[in-house]
């Protein structure tokens, strides 16, 4: 377990950073990377996600921290993580990707890093902005967020071995199969739902008989 959290891994973690298409190479063909730290990284950026809406200052951000729920925001953090992950294994496994669901899953965490250490400056950074000086703000966020979204574009196309417009296609099947395993998944609950109350008003039956 040291080993995965080993202070090679980390920096290795901010390599890929500077370094994506190289970076994202050696995860591929020479095992460079850690599933656990690109888990790590995904709960740190929900975590900066959540301190954001509560700490960042009233100039940028109307949210009531009352309504903000840190536990439940990381826990969709993590399900369309996971979801977005097996989706792309799945949706590359057809189209004959050389990628592993544990290349993908680091691939994607690691490019969490940038968005977590814009939306971490951009909380301090609120606290001194004016009215009027928003846009810096946002600039901010929005540099985050950008340079992470091509991460992800970068460590996908390089793991699976894809073209870009293979891999824009890619990325496009994935949210629909996302979608489909979404709605199989709200099928089988509802299904269970009625079968359990089907059984449970011939339990409710049987008592008031006896």
């Not at 890929?16 to 591929?28: F, G, K, L, N």
């Not at 009233?58 to 399900?79: I, Q, R, Y």
């Not at 071995?161 to 998944?185: Q, R, Y």
Request: hydrophobic share 55%.
């Amino acid at each position: 377990m040291y080993g995965l959290f080993s202070k090679e891994k980390w920096k290795y973690a901010f390599y890929t950073v500077s370094h994506p298409m190289d970076a994202y190479y050696e995860i591929r063909h020479r095992g460079r990377g850690s599933v656990p730290i690109a888990i790590v990284l995904v709960v740190l950026f929900s975590l900066s996600f959540s301190v954001n809406r509560l700490l960042a200052s009233f100039v940028v951000n109307d949210t009531n921290p009352l309504t903000v729920d840190t536990l439940m925001e990381l826990g969709a953090v993590l399900l369309l993580y996971l979801l977005f992950c097996v989706s792309n294994w799945s949706i590359t496994c057809l189209m004959e990707g050389e990628g592993r669901l544990k290349d993908i899953a680091i691939a994607i965490g690691y490019a969490m890093t940038p968005m977590i250490v814009c939306f971490n400056i951009g909380t301090i950074f609120s606290q001194f902005v004016a009215n009027g000086e928003e846009a810096f703000y946002w600039m901010i966020l929005a540099i985050g967020i950008a340079y992470g979204l091509i991460m992800m574009l970068m460590g996908i196309m390089t793991v699976q071995n894809f073209t870009l417009g293979k891999t824009l296609i890619t990325i496009f099947l994935t949210f629909v199969a996302m979608l489909i395993i979404i709605f199989i998944i709200l099928l089988m609950a509802d299904l269970i739902n009625q079968v359990y109350s089907f059984f449970f008003s011939i339990y409710q039956e049987l008592i008031f008989r006896t």
